[in-house]
């Protein structure tokens, strides 16, 4: 049985775990809007917020879908997974329902499943969004931020895909996102099964990274055709910088896995202090290694890490820089009034004039010859 659960909330939580479903990883959605909820028909436990359809990117509404119905909200998810020792909480930033609701049940789930850990996938949005979804992405980012006990914190960037692929849709986007993201801890969570003779990196090893408090990364890089230990650890920085998650900006790694699969003879190329060298060594690192014939390829897994502040600062800059036009938008929202420069016209639409009767004795004095 898989020992991490996947719970999506609103649109993109939702499609996240239904790749999860896929994945062999349990998996459940909450949503304000059921016909959202609907189409992921990998995931079995569904739970929609009765009297709620959507939350129309306002975070208010979601938080107050948490509010009235916490109770039966962490019913739900009690009931939802069984065994396991980790929960990741998936949801995108810039919406309403998964950006208002998770914070404050990722808080109170941290209280209401004692021994699992709960961590975060949070999707940040791509630079073509506008004011409103950036203003929401980081007022989640901000709440999440603030979580005490919470574990890995994925941030799902996708701007990095947009990056990669300018050309493409937003659903191919989002599809790959998803996919890769999940499939980067599918992996991760594939290599505990495995044994080797060399060094094993177990599930105690993995779960040690996850529970770290801070930003996590996982990304891999194949190393065929490479020849020396500075060109490794060139492979595995760029493939840091070209992940799913936001780039590394900063040092101050916690603790971070290093996974090599492949040949024995390019195993001895793998250095750990030129690794590290731009991140900063951690304070613990787990290691494994498993020999095989298939392309050389080694995965790291970055914990504890701060916020990207550049990325988040991009985030914010254009709020920053359309301030004053942004805020007259609002009070003309409350203000504008249209007037009409023909008003006066209107009175030749008066009512029709009233007959006047007059006395039969003035008619007739009226035609007097
Ligand atoms: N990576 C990824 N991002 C997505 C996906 N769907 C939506 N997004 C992102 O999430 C934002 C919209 O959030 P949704 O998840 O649709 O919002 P919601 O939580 O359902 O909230 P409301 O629709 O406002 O009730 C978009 O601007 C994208 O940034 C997805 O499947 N994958
Ligand atoms: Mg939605």
Same mark, same amino acid.
């Given at each position: 049985?898989?020992?991490?659960?996947?719970?999506?909330?609103?649109?993109?939580?939702?499609?996240?775990?239904?790749?999860?479903? !896929?994945?062999?990883?349990?998996?459940?959605?909450?949503?304000?809007?059921?016909?959202?909820?609907?189409?992921?028909?990998?995931?079995?436990?569904?739970?929609?917020?009765?009297?709620?359809?959507?939350?129309?990117?306002?975070? @208010?509404?979601?938080?107050?879908?948490?509010?009235?119905?916490?109770?039966?909200?962490?019913?739900?998810?009690?009931?939802?997974?069984?065994?396991?020792?980790?929960?990741?909480?998936?949801?995108?930033?810039?919406?309403?329902?998964?950006?208002?609701?998770?914070?404050?049940?990722?808080?109170?789930?941290?209280?209401?499943?004692?021994?699992? *850990?709960?961590?975060?996938?949070?999707?940040?949005?791509?630079?073509?969004?506008?004011?409103?979804?950036?203003?929401?992405? !980081?007022? /989640?980012?901000?709440?999440?931020?603030?979580?005490?006990?919470?574990?890995?914190?994925?941030?799902?960037?996708?701007?990095?895909?947009?990056?990669? *692929?300018?050309?493409?849709?937003?659903?191919?986007?989002?599809?790959?996102?998803?996919?890769?993201?999940?499939?980067?801890?599918?992996?991760?969570?594939?290599?505990?099964?495995?044994?080797?003779?060399?060094?094993?990196?177990?599930?105690?090893?993995?779960?040690?990274?996850?529970?770290?408090?801070?930003?996590?990364?996982?990304?891999?890089?194949?190393?065929?055709?490479?020849?020396?230990?500075?060109?490794?650890?060139?492979?595995?920085?760029?493939?840091?910088? *070209?992940?799913?998650? /936001?780039?590394?900006? @900063?040092?101050?790694?916690?603790?971070?896995?290093?996974?090599?699969?492949?040949?024995?003879?390019?195993?001895?190329?793998?250095?750990?202090?030129?690794?590290?060298?731009?991140?900063?060594?951690?304070?613990?690192?787990?290691?494994?290694?498993?020999?095989?014939?298939?392309?050389?390829?080694?995965?790291?897994?970055?914990?504890?890490?701060?916020?990207?502040?550049?990325?988040?600062?991009?985030?914010?800059? @254009?709020?920053?820089?359309?301030?004053?036009?942004?805020?007259?938008?609002?009070?003309?929202?409350? !203000?504008?009034?249209?007037?009409?420069?023909?008003?006066?016209?209107?009175?030749?639409?008066?009512? !029709?004039?009233?007959?006047?009767?007059?006395?039969?004795?003035?008619?007739?004095?009226?035609?007097?010859?």
């Amino acid at each position: 049985m898989n020992s991490i659960g996947i719970l999506g909330v609103g649109q993109a939580g939702g499609n996240i775990a239904e790749i999860a479903s !896929t994945m062999g990883f349990q998996t459940a959605l909450i949503n304000t809007n059921q016909r959202d909820g609907l189409v992921n028909t990998r995931v079995d436990r569904k739970y929609f917020v009765p009297g709620f359809n959507g939350a129309g990117q306002d975070r @208010s509404i979601g938080l107050r879908a948490v509010n009235e119905n916490y109770r039966e909200i962490i019913d739900f998810v009690q009931r939802s997974f069984k065994n396991i020792k980790l929960l990741f909480v998936a949801f995108s930033t810039d919406g309403g329902t998964g950006s208002g609701m998770s914070p404050l049940l990722i808080d109170l789930l941290l209280d209401q499943l004692p021994g699992v *850990n709960i961590g975060a996938i949070a999707i940040v949005p791509d630079r073509n969004v506008i004011a409103g979804n950036r203003i929401n992405a !980081t007022e /989640c980012i901000e709440e999440i931020s603030k979580i005490d006990s919470l574990s890995s914190l994925f941030l799902v960037d996708n701007d990095q895909m947009r990056k990669l *692929n300018p050309q493409s849709s937003k659903h191919q986007i989002y599809l790959s996102s998803n996919h890769q993201v999940m499939e980067a801890i599918h992996t991760v969570l594939q290599v505990t099964k495995k044994s080797s003779f060399y060094g094993n990196f177990d599930e105690t090893d993995l779960m040690n990274i996850l529970g770290t408090r801070g930003v996590t990364l996982i990304s891999s890089a194949t190393i065929t055709d490479v020849k020396t230990t500075s060109e490794v650890s060139s492979k595995i920085q760029q493939s840091w910088a *070209n992940s799913i998650f /936001c780039p590394v900006e @900063s040092t101050g790694v916690i603790r971070a896995g290093l996974i090599y699969e492949g040949p024995e003879k390019m195993a001895k190329l793998i250095n750990v202090p030129s690794i590290f060298e731009r991140v900063g060594e951690p304070l613990e690192l787990f290691e494994g290694t498993y020999i095989s014939e298939s392309d050389p390829t080694i995965t790291t897994i970055l914990a504890g890490m701060p916020f990207p502040t550049r990325r988040l600062l991009a985030l914010e800059e @254009s709020l920053e820089k359309n301030k004053d036009r942004l805020q007259s938008l609002v009070n003309k929202e409350q !203000t504008q009034k249209y007037e009409s420069r023909i008003s006066w016209a209107s009175n030749l639409k008066a009512k !029709t004039p009233q007959r006047q009767t007059g006395s039969v004795s003035s008619k007739l004095s009226k035609y007097q010859r």
